[in-house]
């Protein structure tokens, strides 16, 4: 039987922890970058299942001839 010594376990958990903080970094820039036009989307949403019509700067300029 081959016995695995503790220093490769720790190795292999620490290893799993670093993916683990690399992934929630990334998740977490993501969701900074991102999150004004997901929270513009779902008030967009809302806003047309409540039958209110929402107030955006395209829908309220006038054009200039």
């Known amino acids: 039987m081959v016995k695995q010594s503790r220093g490769k ?35 967009e949403f809302v806003d047309s299942i409540n039958g209110t019509a929402a107030a955006t700067p395209a829908a309220t300029a006038t054009p200039s001839s």
């Open 9 to 43: 376990e720790g190795q292999g958990l620490v290893e799993y922890a670093l993916i683990l903080v690399l992934v929630a970094v990334v998740v977490i820039v993501i969701l900074l970058l991102l999150g004004p036009s997901i929270s513009n989307i779902f008030t």
